[in-house]
């Protein structure tokens, strides 16, 4: 035999070796797959690791689904703030326990090897007041939410979407560093209490310092990580989550565009990535004249117009000088929006889960909803008064998940190329990035400013939309009224609204979504 034959013949065993191992691995990736609430730890077979060193490979190999996922670790912050040193600096959970994140960082020979970053903020509801949060720290599901206490060190989140280090379920941010912040606040990521606010005031038995938490760690990962070197961050989050990401970009955008010394840095590219938080809250439609079906119902809003003094929240000084009479409403990202400066991609579910379950009334009523959600995102992403970029992903599901579910991130499919969620999100950044749409296109997926699955037909399929028998939406019960209903029955719905519809909302004096607004 030949030398080159028998390399050629080594050469074949190899790859052979390669795609056997890389099989193994995706096997082990998808059984590791897990809600994010859970506190199960991806652990990996020694002999994986033995074969890819047999092999020459490392752990960040090229062969990116062969890349290994490995855990998060977390970093409590013992109760201070890494941003101030006084005694007011505390960052705590709801029940005084240390807060804190968990993080998977690219590096090689203890250097940091990429210059992308996501961060995302965890969801999960809020309450309002002693009673409500005594309710919530109480029940089982819902304390994980309130308390560090049984936070375990390390946490996995194999395949889940936008946390993947693998480029088959995450291909154009496998190798960021990954942030995910646990929410123990309670509070829309709003809070700015301080310890001693919360010793004087005998009606709340907690903390609330959801502001001063994702702060803290922006803080952290800055002195710590170097985050200002950043050519690119994320900041994403589900429902609350959503609500937090939007209220604190731009105070991460003026973080990351200063030096140490005030001097300005390089201007990274930071968006804003919220899903599930698009609410119509019950005022909106009592001052635009609207009937009230096509808003949230006054009881489900009526926690957060409590909440936000009960929390201290620290919101937009520009936002609450145009709310005066109704400073909650800055909670609300369709009042929030025009006072933030940074890009948004919003993904919003047109029956969002959540809402759906709270009408709890007709199919007359989920589409007036689902029109309400089209044409007020599609307005916002059309205005040209507004500096940034916004671009609205509205898929005719019923759903309540986000982007760190891979049947999401990429599973699901819109119209307009039959866009993955992942590659809006890069048509998005490579946008911002040149300002060229020519060069922001990702294979079939253009850039655009609006993806939705518009159409005239009730009964047409979309094949990709989550399951909502799936695990991971068992903390948000399924209604039997919102099963039983024929349009949506079976999550293949499209809403009645067509493309060009303007919105019976929108008025030149609106004070919801004048976008002229700083």
């Known amino acids: 035999m030949s030398s080159q034959l028998r390399v050629r013949h080594v050469y074949t065993f190899l790859v052979a070796c390669q795609i056997t191992l890389c099989a193994v691995t995706m096997a082990r ?54 941003e101030r040193e006084d005694s007011e600096s505390a960052v705590l959970c709801n029940d005084g326990t240390s807060a804190g994140y968990y993080h998977r960082l690219e590096t090689r020979e203890g250097r940091m090897t990429s210059d992308k970053w996501v961060i995302v903020l965890d969801g999960g509801l809020y309450c309002h007041d002693n009673a409500s949060c005594a309710r919530r720290y109480n029940e089982p599901q819902t304390k994980g939410h309130m308390s560090s206490a049984k936070w375990p060190l390390e946490r996995a989140f194999a395949g889940n979407g936008l946390l993947s280090s693998s480029e088959a379920t995450n291909p154009y941010l496998a190798t960021a560093n990954k942030i995910f912040v646990p929410y123990c606040s309670s509070d829309l990521w709003s809070g700015d209490m301080s310890v001693n606010d919360s010793s004087s005031q005998s009606s709340s038995s ?126 609300f990202l369709i009042t929030l929006r025009p006072f933030v400066q940074g890009d948004l991609i919003i993904l919003q579910w047109m029956y969002d889960q959540f809402v759906a379950e709270d009408i709890s009334q007709n199919a007359q009523h989920l589409r007036a909803m689902a029109t309400t959600v089209s044409t007020t995102l599609k307005d916002v992403s059309r205005n040209t008064a507004h500096p940034a970029l916004t671009v609205s992903i509205i898929p005719a599901c019923v759903g309540h998940s986000g982007v760190t579910d891979s049947d999401v991130w990429m599973g699901l499919k819109v119209k307009h190329g039959n866009c ?99």
């Open 29 to 82: 990736n998808t059984i590791a797959i897990s809600d994010i609430g859970s506190d199960s730890t991806d652990r990996r077979s020694t002999a994986t690791g033995a074969a890819q060193m047999a092999l020459g490979w490392s752990s960040d190999h090229s062969t990116s689904d062969c890349r290994e996922e490995k855990p998060f670790s977390l970093r409590l912050f013992d109760g201070r703030s890494p």
């Open 206 to 331: 907690f903390v609330f310092m959801g502001a001063r938490i994702i702060r803290a760690v922006i803080a952290d990962l800055i002195q710590r990580q170097n985050l200002r070197d950043a050519s690119y961050v994320v900041l994403a989050g589900n429902s609350a989550g959503g609500v937090g990401a939007t209220l604190h970009l731009d105070y991460l955008r003026d973080k990351l565009q200063l030096k140490a010394n005030g001097q300005r840095a390089r201007r990274p590219v930071v968006q804003g990535l919220p899903s599930s938080a698009w609410y119509i809250p019950h005022s909106f439609c009592q001052q635009e004249g609207q009937p009230s079906s096509h808003c949230l119902p006054a009881d489900v809003t009526r926690g957060v117009r409590l909440g936000v003094s009960t929390w201290q929240s620290k919101l937009p000084a520009a936002c609450l000088a145009h709310h005066t009479a109704d400073p909650w409403s800055c909670l």
């Open 420 to 518: 993955t969620v992942a590659q809006i999100v890069q048509t998005a950044y490579l946008f911002s990035k040149t300002k060229s749409r020519r060069a922001s296109r990702v294979g079939s997926c253009r850039f655009r400013k609006l993806y939705t699955n518009f159409c005239n037909n009730p009964n047409v399929a979309n094949p990709t939309c989550p399951s909502l028998t799936r695990p991971d939406h068992v903390a948000i019960k399924h209604s039997s009224q919102l099963a039983s209903l024929p349009q949506i029955s079976g999550n293949k719905h499209c809403t009645l609204s067509p493309p060009d519809q303007q919105s019976p909302f929108v008025s030149q004096n609106s004070p919801w979504l004048d976008l002229r607004h700083p």
